[in-house]
């Protein structure tokens, strides 16, 4: 059926994501301009309230900015644009200090000072955390402030398309996915704070709204897009030989911080390996501990691995993994006693849409931050607990600059009749959608995972242009509903990590070709 629109919606600034990106920068906003906040569904569906083990910075006596600079730059080499690094990570404490602010909880020893812990890559203890739910205490105390604040609060809306005249962007197009109505957002600065892509992977980390709608929409509307070969795989997603169609009940994330408290990885039989890929063993950046597990399943013909931290006391490990914990338990495993099952999923998305050294893409009046975005501060490989630093760092940073540009406009110009649009809203059809999404995980997963060749990459590319062909023989042109916006973007960012990887023509960081060793 078509639907018209309803009144344009007029803001200063358009919002898209609810995770720490998003909210850090809304409430920075509030009270200076008009905001509006979307999210595709409830405000902490998102990746930021998943995150268990922390956010990086130097606030110990021990620990310096030099080193942590240094440790970055090492864990994503020559890719790592260095003012960017140092730039972030010397912003490192005042962004601490605001979470602080907000009422953000960290985990505290009992002489006051932060309990910080190590994970790989790092050469400090420098992790802050509260306990091994971070982000979920980060997402939860934004949000209660974000409320407290003049922020226009959208749930459930999934942004469509941005609406682009004479390069520059007025506005976005979004769907409510409760209503079936299509809606105009106008506004002067329009911000992607939408996350990564990990879900176009068959087994992901990731919340399944993780479709890289930022990415995908930035570059339908020209901008550019960089990285998008270095997709990170935690190495340590619990493994579940027969998971349930709500795949969070039963799979989650075993955060890094139990590796930095003395986690060992194990065979089945128990022997440990990791010393034969790397002297840090367990300790080696994420990269290499996901491609020795993949090695090791492949070479022994197993399904997972195991993650043992049962040499620490109990007291210490229902303490310091009080969530993990829990969830282990609910799956009949006592991690006190019994070895954690393994394997690694798509985590995280280094590459993104590119943006100067102020947030900034190179469409005017649109910027990018969190995970949608490309800073130079990853490299081809992330090092752990940077992601949420990178989130409140930018999403601070760009107020200034934005506050500058809308200063410069009195009024809101409504919607030019040429780009107003209908669509055709699908209303049924939503299990072949979703048979096409996992279509596209599994291409994904089986021929440009942890480790690919020339003649995957070939075939992964035709197979998803296949599957493009068939999805616009079947579906009108302007279709919309929130799976098909989904299924939409989804093939765009498979490209665009297919096309990227065939251009690597070496390997560095995450990404890994048989072909090149």
Same mark, same amino acid.
């Given at each position: 059926?078509?639907?018209?629109?309803?009144?344009?919606?007029?803001?200063?600034?358009?919002?898209?994501?609810?995770?720490?990106?998003?909210?850090?920068?809304?409430?920075?906003?509030?009270?200076?301009?008009?905001?509006?906040?979307?999210?595709?569904?409830?405000?902490?569906?998102?990746?930021?309230?998943?995150?268990?083990?922390?956010?990086?910075?130097?606030?110990?006596?021990?620990?310096?900015?030099?080193?942590?600079?240094?440790?970055?730059?090492?864990?994503?080499?020559?890719?790592?644009?260095?003012?960017?690094?140092?730039?972030?990570?010397?912003?490192?404490?005042?962004? +601490?200090?605001?979470?602080?602010?907000? #009422?953000? *909880?960290?985990?505290? &020893?009992?002489?006051?000072? $932060? @309990?910080? !812990?190590?994970?790989?890559?790092?050469?400090?203890?420098?992790?802050?955390?509260?306990?091994?739910?971070?982000?979920?205490?980060?997402?939860?105390?934004?949000?209660?402030?974000?409320?407290?604040?003049?922020?226009?609060?959208?749930?459930?809306?999934?942004?469509?398309?941005?609406?682009?005249?004479?390069?520059?962007?007025?506005?976005?197009?979004?769907?409510?996915?409760?209503?079936?109505?299509?809606?105009i957002f106008i506004a002067h600065i329009v911000v992607l704070a939408t996350g990564?892509?990990?879900?176009?992977?068959?087994?992901?980390?990731?919340?399944?709204?993780?479709?890289?709608?930022? +990415?995908?929409?930035?570059?339908?509307? #020209?901008? *550019?897009?960089?990285? &998008?070969?270095?997709?990170? $795989? @935690?190495? !340590?997603?619990?493994?579940?030989?027969?998971?349930?169609?709500?795949?969070?009940?039963?799979?989650?994330?075993?955060?890094?911080?139990?590796?930095?408290?003395?986690?060992?990885?194990?065979?089945?039989?128990?022997?440990?390996?990791?010393?034969?890929?790397?002297?840090?063993?367990?300790?080696?950046?994420?990269?290499?501990?996901?491609?020795?597990?993949?090695?090791?399943?492949?070479?022994?013909?197993?399904?997972?691995?195991?993650?043992?931290?049962?040499?620490?006391?109990?007291?210490?490990?229902?303490?310091?993994?009080?969530?993990?914990?829990?969830?282990?338990?609910?799956?009949?495993?006592?991690?006190?006693?019994?070895?954690?099952?393994?394997?690694?999923?798509?985590?995280?998305?280094?590459?993104?849409?590119?943006?100067?050294?102020?947030?900034?893409?190179?469409?005017?009046?649109?910027?990018?931050?969190?995970?949608?975005?490309?800073?130079?501060?990853?490299?081809?490989?992330?090092?752990?607990?940077?992601?949420?630093?990178?989130?409140?760092?930018?999403?601070?940073?760009?107020?200034?600059?934005i506050i500058s540009v809308i200063k410069k406009h009195d009024y809101l110009s409504?919607?030019?009749?040429?780009l107003q649009k209908k669509f055709t809203i699908i209303i049924d059809k939503q299990?072949?959608?979703?048979?096409?999404?996992?279509?596209?995980?599994?291409?994904?997963?089986?021929?440009?995972?942890?480790?690919?060749?020339?003649?995957?990459?070939?075939?992964?590319?035709?197979?998803?242009?296949?599957?493009?062909?068939?999805?616009?023989?079947?579906?009108?042109?302007?279709?919309?509903?929130?799976?098909?916006?989904?299924?939409?973007?989804?093939?765009?960012?498979?490209?665009?990590?297919?096309?990227?990887?065939?251009?690597?023509?070496?390997?560095?960081?995450?990404?890994?070709?048989?072909?090149?060793?």
């Open positions: 059926m078509f639907k018209s629109f309803m009144k344009n919606l007029c803001y200063d600034v358009v919002i898209v994501g609810s995770g720490a990106a998003g909210l850090t920068s809304a409430i920075n906003l509030a009270g200076s301009s008009k905001i509006a906040l979307l999210s595709k569904g409830y405000l902490d569906a998102g990746s930021t309230a998943m995150a268990q083990g922390g956010i990086a910075a130097v606030v110990s006596q021990d620990d310096n900015i030099e080193a942590h600079v240094a440790d970055t730059m090492n864990i994503g080499g020559q890719l790592c644009d260095k003012q960017t690094v140092e730039f972030v990570i010397k912003n490192a404490s005042t962004s +601490i200090e605001w979470l602080i602010s907000q #009422g953000v *909880n960290f985990s505290i &020893m009992k002489n006051g000072s $932060f @309990h910080l !812990t190590r994970e790989g890559g790092h050469s400090y203890r420098r992790i802050l955390h509260a306990t091994d739910a971070t982000g979920l205490e980060i997402e939860s105390k934004l949000i209660k402030k974000a409320h407290q604040l003049p922020i226009d609060i959208f749930t459930e809306y999934t942004a469509i398309d941005l609406i682009i005249q004479n390069n520059k962007c007025i506005g976005i197009y979004a769907f409510d996915n409760i209503s079936y109505d299509i809606k990564g892509a990990s879900r176009v992977y068959l087994h992901s980390t990731n919340p399944l709204g993780n479709t890289g709608d930022g +990415i995908a929409m930035a570059w339908r509307a #020209g901008c *550019n897009i960089h990285n &998008m070969e270095f997709n990170q $795989f @935690h190495p !340590t997603y619990f493994y579940c030989k027969y998971p349930t169609t709500h795949a969070h009940h039963n799979q989650f994330l075993i955060s890094e911080a139990v590796r930095g408290e003395g986690g060992l990885l194990r065979l089945p039989g128990g022997d440990l390996f990791m010393h034969k890929f790397d002297n840090r063993a367990e300790l080696a950046p994420r990269d290499i501990v996901a491609r020795a597990i993949n090695c090791e399943m492949k070479h022994y013909d197993i399904d997972c691995v195991y993650l043992d931290i049962s040499h620490r006391s109990k007291d210490f490990i229902e303490t310091h993994f009080p969530t993990i914990y829990q969830l282990c338990m609910q799956q009949g495993i006592d991690i006190t006693k019994d070895w954690i099952p393994v394997v690694p999923a798509a985590h995280y998305t280094c590459g993104g849409v590119l943006v100067d050294n102020k947030g900034r893409t190179n469409i005017n009046g649109l910027y990018a931050i969190g995970e949608t975005s490309c800073t130079g501060l990853h490299g081809y490989n992330r090092m752990a607990s940077n992601s949420l630093l990178e989130c409140i760092v930018y999403g601070r940073l760009i107020v200034s600059d409504p919607l030019p009749e040429d299990e072949l959608l979703c048979s096409y999404k996992s279509e596209i995980r599994e291409i994904m997963w089986n021929y440009i995972g942890i480790v690919c060749t020339n003649k995957k990459l070939s075939i992964a590319g035709e197979k998803i242009n296949n599957l493009a062909k068939k999805i616009n023989e079947h579906f009108p042109k302007n279709a919309v509903s929130k799976d098909f916006i989904e299924l939409k973007n989804l093939i765009v960012v498979a490209n665009l990590i297919i096309k990227a990887a065939i251009q690597r023509k070496y390997n560095c960081g995450l990404y890994y070709n048989l072909d090149y060793i």
